[in-house]
């Protein structure tokens, strides 16, 4: 039973052109985080909502934003998607008990 | 500010043996939560156990435990009759409730061979 559900598993896209990924979950968490990861590296977070309040990393480029239209379903927009963007994007819930439940990730292809 | 450290890169385990990975923690904070993760090879990311620090107790799921030190911050995880699906990159993580996310270590790569 997937919870955390994330597509495409892949993407390819072109530098410069709009891409937005997607993540739904069947948990009913109310929180729901954005991670960008590299290879071999820790998973590095973008941003997150807390029900429908957004909150920004201070680092994560203008690049990248984030909508979340309701409970279930949140997207990443990478809008001028550079080479520096290619990595595995990965979507985590989590409800009040701390943990978080991570999808199994979208993997970024920019030529 | 928190910090989460992984001292050891990459480890090697025969299969059947026993492994322990090391992570040490900072934060000022008295209640937050402790998690080891596991990543295999282009595989999801999933919890493999979690403790709280508030519980003196160590948790302990299977063959996966873990030996809590509060004073100390430490956080290591043992595997005990490592087996080969459990060749992954490791990922020790600590959630404070302030911060509301997940600081994690830079991630130790086990391999376990026969």
């Known amino acids: 039973d997937a919870m955390v559900i994330q597509n495409p598993r892949y993407q390819v896209t072109q530098f410069g052109k709009p891409v937005t990924l997607s993540c739904s979950q069947t948990l009913n968490h109310n929180v729901m985080y954005w991670y960008q990861q590299k290879s071999s590296q820790a998973p590095k977070l973008l941003f997150h909502y807390y029900d429908k309040d957004f909150n920004n990393e201070a680092d994560t480029p203008d690049n990248f934003q984030s909508r979340r239209p309701n409970t279930s379903f949140c997207f990443l927009d990478i809008r001028s998607p550079g080479l520096g963007d290619a990595a595995m994007y990965l979507c985590?819930?989590?409800?009040?008990?701390?943990?978080?439940?991570f999808g199994p990730g979208t993997r970024l292809l920019v030529l | 500010a928190q910090t989460v450290t992984q001292s050891q890169p990459e480890m090697s385990v025969q299969e059947a043996e026993t492994v322990t990975l090391s992570c040490t923690y900072d934060?000022?904070?008295?209640?937050?939560?402790l998690f080891w993760y596991k990543q295999p090879p282009s595989r999801q990311m999933i919890l493999v156990i979690r403790?709280?620090?508030?519980?003196?107790q160590n948790a302990t799921e299977n063959r996966f435990s873990v030996n809590f030190q509060k004073a100390a911050k430490s956080f290591s995880l043992k595997i005990s009759d490592s087996q080969l699906g459990d060749t992954a990159m490791y990922f020790c993580a600590l959630h404070t409730g302030t911060a509301s996310k997940l600081t994690f270590g830079t991630g130790t790569r086990l391999q376990v061979t026969l």
């Open positions: 934060t000022s904070e008295n209640n937050y939560y």
């Open positions: 403790q709280e620090a508030y519980k003196q």
């Open positions: 985590a819930t989590r409800a009040d008990q701390e943990t978080q439940y």
